[in-house]
């Protein structure tokens, strides 16, 4: 999952926005049928958590009563929280636009589908690789990518007053798949698509030299993608990336257009006691890189210093982008 916080509204709910560009996050569950490797949620996951139903709506009362105008409901996989239509249908009651984050597969199910969607103004969908044998290595689950498949089926026959939207954690085995994903993105023609590079957080803090792509690898890969997804009706964002990743387009990037959102997000320990402390989950900022032209125009937004550390300064050097 990436870390920005969408919104929409329907007609059913439109109201004036409150607070800021972020919502709060309200995690469910940490039960989910993938293990990715980069997930930053990896520790808490592994409790197999499920939190009270009667907690979580006193959490969202609380919002309602401090202003909020918006909650994503997150995991884990918060789909498979066993009162999740119910936590959703109080959210709404309490004026609150209702975001998911979600891998999707429970909405291969049309009842349970039908029966949710109706009360959500967003669903994020993370889809981090685009056929069944890398879905398979990243996630460990046999049958995802087929129940993907079939979920977002559903989603483009009810999802009528749904915004869909989708996030992809690339790593340097995902690249490759980037049409895969962007074949299963298109059909949603309005919709926008995230392209993110890994956290170094959670299962990627030890090991993020082996999952982050590196920029040669991941500008070979973006060459192109921007246009084609454009041609289908899909926008594309990258955050996270620097900006010699995607051939210097910084408006395609999240981290100039939207630092709001690119930056990080809180986790307020009071809403969500399972995690220990209030957590701020940022880009960890590097320095630009010497040989870039983008230094001397003040477009470029650093290198995340996690990438740094684990490739140096040389790595970044595109041909026929150096500063003259």
Known sequence: MTTERKRTSTTRR????????????????????????FCFEQSENATRYVRDKEEVLAAIESLRAAGAGSVDLIGGEPLLHPDFAAIARAAVGAGLRVNVTTNALALADRAFAQKVLPLLDAVIVSIHAGDARAYRALTRNESGFATLREALRMLRRIASGTRVMFNTTLTHRSLGTLEGILALVAPFRGARWDLTNPFPLGGARDDYAAIAPRIGEAARAFAGLVPRALAAGVVVRFSFFPACAFGYATEHSN????PDRATGYRVDHTLNPQHPDDLLFRRAFGRPCRTCRLRRDGTCFGVPQAYLDAFGDADLRPPGKEAP
């Open 255 to 258: 981290d100039v257009a939207e």
């Open 14 to 37: 439109a109201r004036p926005r409150k607070g800021g560009a972020g919502s709060p996050a309200l995690f469910l569950t940490g039960v989910c049928p993938n293990e990715c490797r």
